[in-house]
């Protein structure tokens, strides 16, 4: 595919699939929040932070337990603010007791770190929480690479699916739609992320089964992009 003619400013990624395994997000860390919740919602539910979800929950569920409906939702890999508010609480402790670091790709850490360098500005926009986010980044066999980004939206901006989101982000931080490329590996996102004019390019995995779309440019990993967009890649690893 021919090089693209507007090199972006601003780099968005996304996690699961893109810059993180797929398989460490399914096997590791939904399957911890599954088992850690019940004690959350039993033992916690006076915490502010905590109260705050199982009220927003009693709203989205009247008259439903709120464990049930978590667990309904966790059924559906639904992307819904309580859930993913409350896997972040879970994951945090988690985090901090040592139980979970998080895996990413190799050419990530590296790459981001190369774009940053060179004056890049770094965003994620995940369906996890803006905290859940901050842990994964802040906890990776790398160490801390929080610091390389300058913003992180969840789903207070809009669901990834949507136009408007996007626009919402643009809105928010006064970016150029132009200037911003949006990497992710899910094909509804992309388009949603073009139809609001930003760049975009889709990262399959070939770890990750992704399949390819048609309509949007596609490559294999963070280099890879970076050559395609007229952005500095990263030094060869040894």
């Given at each position: ?5 507007h090199?972006?400013?601003?780099a968005l990624?996304?996690?699961?699939g ?5 398989s ?32 927003e929950?009693?709203?989205l569920?009247?008259?439903v ?8 939702w966790?059924?559906?890999?639904a992307k ?10 879970v994951?945090?402790?988690g985090?901090?007791r040592?139980?979970?670091i998080a895996s990413?790709y190799?050419?990530?850490?590296p790459?981001l770190?190369?774009?940053a360098?060179?004056?890049?500005t770094?965003a ?5 929480s803006q ?25 207070r ?21 132009q ?5 992710s ?6 388009d ?25 440019p596609v490559v294999a990993t ?8 007229g952005?500095?890649?990263?030094e060869?690893q040894?």
């Amino acid at each position: 595919m021919s090089a693209v003619s507007h090199t972006p400013r601003v780099a968005l990624l996304d996690i699961e699939g893109t810059t993180a395994p797929v398989s460490f997000v399914h096997q590791v860390l939904f399957p911890y929040a599954r088992k850690h919740l019940p004690a959350l919602v039993a033992e916690q539910a006076h915490d502010p932070a905590v109260h705050a979800e199982l009220e927003e929950i009693a709203r989205l569920a009247p008259g439903v337990p709120p464990m049930e409906q978590l667990t309904r939702w966790m059924d559906a890999d639904a992307k819904v603010g309580p859930l993913k508010a409350l896997q972040g609480i879970v994951w945090a402790q988690g985090y901090q007791r040592g139980e979970l670091i998080a895996s990413l790709y190799p050419d990530v850490v590296p790459t981001l770190e190369t774009w940053a360098k060179a004056g890049l500005t770094l965003a994620v926009y995940s369906s996890g929480s803006q905290p859940a986010q901050k842990l994964i980044f802040g906890h990776t066999q790398q160490g801390d690479v929080t610091p390389l980004f300058s913003k992180f939206f969840d789903l207070r901006v809009g669901g990834k699916k949507e136009a408007e989101s996007y626009r919402n982000i643009l809105r928010e931080t006064g970016w150029q739609a132009q200037d911003v490329l949006f990497l992710s590996d899910v094909t509804a996102e992309l388009d949603a992320a073009a139809e609001a004019g930003v760049q975009v390019c889709q990262i399959v995995r070939p770890e990750d089964g992704t399949v390819a779309g048609k309509h949007h440019p596609v490559v294999a990993t963070l280099p890879e992009a970076a050559r395609l967009f007229g952005l500095p890649g990263a030094e060869p690893q040894a």
